[in-house]
C-alpha cells in the first residue's frame, strides 16, 4: 500500500527509536525533564523568540495560543481555509470562547485591504479583533509558501491595529525548505508560534509553541487545564529533536517527489483533472474535470494500492513524505492516471 493521505503517516526510523530510548527524562510538570528542556530552550533560539512550550499535538499549541492571546467575546480573523477554521473542532469557541471570521485569502493569504474591511471598529456592541492567524505552510492552499512580505504586511498592520498575530508553522520546516527563508524570518512576523514534529518530520507525536516569557508563562499554565501536561516525555522529545537534526534537509526530496506525482498526473490524465500549483509536499487534485466525485476515485484508488484524502466533492489531496520512496510515488501517479482514463 502506497499511503499518501498525509505526512503524519510516518514511522520513527531505527535511530529515532534509539534516541528515544536513550533519553535522559524526568518530571517536566515539575519542569524536571531534561530532553525537554533542551528541546525548548534549542527551539526558542531557531525560532526567534524568548520561550517554548512542548506540546502533546499541534491543535493543542494554536488553541493555547488562541487561549493566551484573547479573551471571552472576541474575535479571531483566520483564512477561510485555514486548519484552525475547519479542522480543530470547532475548540475555540469552546475552549476560549470567541468566534472565528474567516477570510478567503488567495493560495492561503489575505491582503491587508481585506483585513481592513474585516477587523472591528471599537463600538461596544461589536466584537473585539484581538487575533490574526496565518498558517504557513498552507495547508488546502495545497502546500502554499505564504510569502514573507506578505507576513510582514500583515504584521505591520496588526500592530498597527494592536491586534496580535498567531503563525501556525506545523509545516513551516517546510517553508524554509522550499523558500530558503529561516523560520526565524517568519516567526519575527508573529507574536506565537506553533510547530509540528509529527508530520513531515517524522516524529511519532509532539508539537512545539513559541512566544515572549510572559505568554510562555500563561501558555504552561493553560497547557495543564487542557489535559497537555506530561510527566516523563523526554522520550517524545528525544523523537522531536532527533527529526529536527536529520529530517530538515531531506525534506526537499519530499518536495521533488509532489512535483513528480503532479508532473505525471498532468501529463497522462490532463484531460480529466488539474493540479494545482505545488510549492512543496501536498499535491491537490481537481478531478472536477472528469465528473467523477471524489470519493468515487478515492474508492478505486484505494482498491489498487493507494491511498488519498478527498479533500472536497471533486478535490483530492496527497501529501509525500520520508516513508515513501521515489519509485513508490512514481508508481501512485501511473496508477491514478490509469483510474482517471
Not at 73 to 92: C, F, K, M
Not at 130 to 141: F, G, P, Q
Not at 166 to 172: E, F, V
Not at 257 to 280: K, M, N, Q
Request: proline fraction near 4%; glycine fraction near 8%; charged fraction near 25%.
Amino acid at each position: 500500500m502506497i499511503d499518501l493521505r498525509s505526512d503524519t503517516v510516518t514511522r520513527p526510523s531505527k535511530a529515532m527509536r534509539e534516541a528515544m530510548v536513550a533519553a535522559d527524562v524526568g518530571d517536566d510538570v515539575l519542569g524536571e525533564d531534561p530532553t525537554v528542556n533542551h528541546l525548548q530552550e534549542k527551539m526558542a533560539e531557531l525560532l526567534g523568540k524568548e520561550d517554548a512550550l512542548f506540546t502533546p499535538s499541534g491543535v493543542m499549541a494554536n488553541q493555547i495560543a488562541i487561549r493566551c492571546h484573547t479573551e471571552p467575546g472576541d474575535e479571531v480573523v483566520v483564512e477561510r481555509h485555514s486548519h484552525i477554521l475547519n479542522y480543530e473542532t470547532a475548540a475555540p469557541s469552546l475552549i476560549s470562547g470567541v468566534q472565528l471570521l474567516p477570510v478567503e485569502g488567495k493560495r492561503g493569504i489575505f491582503e491587508v485591504d481585506q483585513l481592513r474591511d474585516v477587523v472591528r471598529s471599537s463600538e461596544y456592541y461589536m466584537p473585539r479583533t484581538s487575533l490574526i492567524c496565518v498558517e504557513n505552510t498552507h495547508n488546502m492552499a495545497g502546500g502554499a509558501v505564504i510569502p514573507l512580505e506578505a507576513m510582514a504586511a500583515v504584521k505591520a498592520f496588526a500592530d498597527e491595529r494592536r491586534i496580535r498575530v498567531h503563525l501556525d508553522g506545523a509545516r513551516i520546516w517546510n517553508a524554509w525548505v522550499a523558500s530558503g527563508v529561516h523560520p526565524r524570518d517568519y516567526c519575527r512576523q508573529a507574536d506565537t508560534v506553533s510547530v509540528c514534529f509529527s508530520k513531515g518530520l517524522g516524529a511519532p507525536a509532539g508539537s512545539l509553541l513559541a512566544g515572549s516569557r510572559t505568554i510562555m508563562a500563561k501558555a504552561r499554565k493553560t497547557r495543564k487545564v487542557l489535559g497537555g501536561g506530561m510527566r516523563q516525555i523526554g522520550i517524545l522529545a528525544a523523537a522531536a529533536f532527533y527529526a529536527v537534526e536529520h529530517n530538515i534537509e531531506r525534506l526537499n526530496d519530499d518536495h521533488e517527489h509532489a512535483r513528480t506525482f503532479a508532473r505525471i498526473l498532468s501529463e497522462r490524465a490532463g484531460h480529466a483533472l488539474r493540479c494545482e500549483p505545488v510549492d512543496t509536499n501536498i499535491v491537490l487534485i481537481d478531478i472536477a474535470p472528469s465528473g467523477r466525485t471524489a470519493a468515487d476515485v478515492r474508492s478505486r484508488l484505494a482498491d489498487q494500492g493507494v491511498l488519498v484524502i478527498a479533500a472536497g466533492t471533486h478535490m483530492l489531496r496527497a501529501v509525500t513524505h520520508l516513508d515513501v520512496a521515489r519509485d513508490e510515488v512514481r508508481t501512485a501517479a501511473e496508477i491514478f492516471a490509469k483510474v482517471m482514463t
